[in-house]
């Protein structure tokens, strides 16, 4: 596959991922503040929340098996988690985050929980798509080409 | 992108999620400023040389009750805070910065996910000069500037006004404010003496705030507030 061929897979994977609502027009920020200087950055930030994901999940989980679960530490993680995928753009995650919030609010378990399977989906599904993304960079800038300026009418 | 001019002004960026430090960190850098990034108030505090006396914050047992003071020979030009952090919260790093004398003349920006004016007209009250809501982005950061003019150029008559209004506690003020522009040169016992004074006054100072507010308003201050209101009321209706 050429560089042009792989542009073109990159441009129509990118753009299934805002038709579809995994992500949101702070992606395309953070793809603005990727330069000559700084060809990391989008990487690097996806890498820190995928590792800050992880972290909050888990937390998450062992809050909701607890006998009487602590809905404002329920509530904290979730708002870490909210603002977390609102800074990568993750708008999936983000939206089931603020579903969630509400039934903290309301304290209920089951909703709660179910919520958390939610968010744990959303979150993996994104996880996927931005890892399978970044690949098909990789493979762009190894054959020499650049990442294409996404323009989406935001 | 950003001009050479504003390569020489200072913002430190203090926020407790790694993620968004990183963001607010490039944000900044290409808008052509120099960062520093720190994951705490107390830490924000430590860096601008503002002792913190606060015995209920966990945190503060780690702290020396010196500090070696490194950081008095650099110049910060604003500061920009998360509002919501564990501990001392932006609320509060703001509070603590306007209430040094010191310290009171850095602009300071809160940044926070939540849109809840109650939360925005308390940090404008307090002195903040701006509110971002967040993520924040490149367009934001235009809003910065004229805060970095402001305070690079002092008026020096601003600053008598001051004084006289504030005569009830000059002399708590008199000690930090001559620390402020200590050379680096100056010896540690000087500042230890007057890291000590600084906690002495600690609550003296927090317990005439009131008054200093009150002094502020009848002079009718209190246009400050209503100019950075009026602006935020234009940013509301964007978002």
């Given at each position: 596959m050429d560089v042009g061929q792989m542009r073109r897979q990159w441009m129509d994977y990118i753009k299934s991922m805002f038709e579809e609502r995994f992500l949101d027009g702070q992606f395309l920020q953070l793809q603005q503040l990727q330069d000559e200087n700084n060809p990391e950055f989008v990487f690097e930030v996806v890498s820190l929340f995928f590792d800050d994901s992880e972290r909050i999940l888990k937390d998450l989980s062992f809050a909701l098996e607890?006998?009487?679960?602590d809905f404002k530490k329920v509530d904290a993680h979730v708002h870490q988690f909210k603002g977390s995928s609102a800074s990568i753009g993750a708008q999936g995650v983000k939206n089931a985050c603020i579903a969630f919030r509400n039934f903290c609010e309301e304290q209920n378990i089951d909703a709660c929980r179910r919520c958390l399977l939610q968010v744990k989906q959303e979150y993996f599904v994104v996880k996927n798509k931005l890892e399978t993304l970044l690949r098909l960079e990789q493979q762009i800038v190894a054959a020499g080409g650049s990442i294409p300026i996404m323009e989406l009418g935001f | 992108m950003g001009m050479a001019a504003e390569s020489q002004f200072h913002v430190l960026a203090v926020d407790d999620s790694i993620i968004d430090r990183k963001l607010i960190e490039r944000l900044l850098k290409t808008s052509s400023y120099q960062v520093t990034t720190v994951d705490s108030g107390s830490k924000a505090l430590e860096f601008l040389g503002l002792c913190e006396?606060?015995?209920?914050?966990?945190?503060?047992?780690?702290?020396?009750?010196?500090?070696?003071?490194?950081?008095?020979?650099v110049e910060v030009n604003l500061v920009i805070t998360d509002y919501?952090?564990?501990?001392?919260?932006g609320y509060d790093l703001l509070k603590k910065i306007k209430e040094s004398s010191s310290l009171r003349n850095i602009p300071v920006v809160i940044m926070s996910s939540e849109n809840v004016p109650s939360r925005i007209n308390r940090c404008l009250e307090e002195g903040a000069e701006e509110f971002f809501l967040k993520?924040?982005?490149?367009?934001?950061?235009?809003?910065l500037k004229p805060h970095m003019k402001k305070n690079k150029v002092k008026d020096p008559r601003n600053e008598t006004e001051e004084k006289i209004e504030n005569s009830e506690i000059l002399l708590q003020q008199e000690a930090p404010k001559s620390q402020y522009s200590?050379?680096?040169?100056?010896?540690q016992s000087q500042l230890q003496a007057h890291s000590t004074i600084d906690q002495q006054q600690q609550p003296l100072q927090q317990n005439n705030n009131n008054n200093k507010r009150k002094s502020m308003e009848q002079q009718g201050l209190s246009s400050e507030t209503d100019r950075t209101r009026q602006r935020y009321s234009g940013i509301a209706t964007v978002v």
């Open positions: 607890q006998q009487s679960v | 006396n606060d015995q209920n914050h966990h945190t503060s047992t780690n702290i020396p009750s010196v500090f070696p003071n490194n950081h008095q020979d919501c952090m564990p501990g001392m919260t993520p924040v982005r490149l367009s934001d950061l235009s809003r200590h050379s680096e040169s100056e010896s």
